[in-house]
């Protein structure tokens, strides 16, 4: 891997999603009945630059929060992406790294800053494994 960085585990808890951020991507781990992991396979790749936190809603869409650019993706289960929320002078959104929900709000660290910000993401979170 090139430098793993954050984790989520799938709604199903049969696959680990893990961003490498310096190759701007995200791979999938299947995991097998046993709980051994099993080949990673790319599930979203051409990310701009640095993807960091991952964190799932009920619907099985993930959120990617990137350190650089500022911004969180988001991609349906079937690999689609698209940009959720864009902060493209790192104010509000500078830097984020984890992100993780509490109901329907998105929360991320902002290592550029000393803030955490809250998002309204009008989507349930996953809760945690």
């Known amino acids: ?53 991952l964190a799932f809603d009920v619907a099985d869409n993930l959120y990617i929060s990137c350190y650089e650019p500022s911004r969180i993706y988001g991609v349906s289960p079937e690999g689609e992406v698209h940009l959720f929320i864009d902060d493209p002078i790192a104010h509000t959104l500078c830097h984020p790294t984890n992100c993780a929900f ?17 998002i309204e993401a009008r989507s349930e979170g996953l809760p945690l494994p």
């Not at 781990?29 to 051994?36: A, L, M, S, T, V």
């Not at 509490?102 to 809250?118: A, M, P, Q, V």
């Open 1 to 53: 891997m090139t430098f793993a960085n954050g984790m989520a585990l799938s709604p199903g808890r049969d696959h680990l999603y893990v961003a490498e951020s310096f190759a701007g991507r995200v791979i999938r781990i299947p995991i097998d009945e046993n709980g051994n992991p099993q080949e990673g396979e790319p599930f979203v790749e051409e990310l701009e630059r640095v993807p960091d936190g």
């Open 102 to 118: 509490r109901g329907e709000e998105l929360f991320t660290s902002n290592l550029g800053r000393w803030h955490i910000t809250r």
